[in-house]
């Protein structure tokens, strides 16, 4: 069985730094795309950032040039530096992979959730 287990979430004044991580765990052979995801109140899930097994990375619009997505394959984690937080960053933070497992069966993997709350 796989499991993500996101830490480092918190409260934290506007202008803060928080960093996330994602340790995968169980039988994997092998971690494509690592990804953060977030979800405010009453909106839907949007993709935050993506980092390859290659260490290529992407942003959202809304986070370049602050926050930074990076990984440690050898620990299978991955982590979401956030600097400079603004409060419409508040929300569920959630770890995603997608996972090739030791039956060599690929499939996507969530974590269960990390609650950042930036206040004003």
């Known amino acids: 069985q796989v499991q993500l287990v996101e830490s480092g979430g918190g409260l934290v004044q506007a202008g803060g730094s928080l960093r996330l991580s994602c340790a995968a765990s169980g039988r994997i052979r092998s971690i494509n795309n690592m990804a953060w995801y977030r979800q405010a109140p009453g909106k839907q899930r949007e993709l935050v950032a993506v980092?390859?097994?290659?260490?290529?990375?992407s942003y959202a619009d809304s986070v370049k040039g602050r926050f930074t997505i990076s990984r440690d394959n050898a620990k299978n984690t991955a982590y979401l530096q956030m600097n400079s937080l603004k409060p419409e960053d508040t929300a569920v933070y959630y770890c995603n992979a997608e996972i090739l497992n030791i039956k060599l069966m690929r499939d996507n993997y969530w974590g269960q959730g990390t609650q950042v709350t930036v206040s004003s």
């Open positions: 980092i390859t097994s290659s260490g290529s990375t």
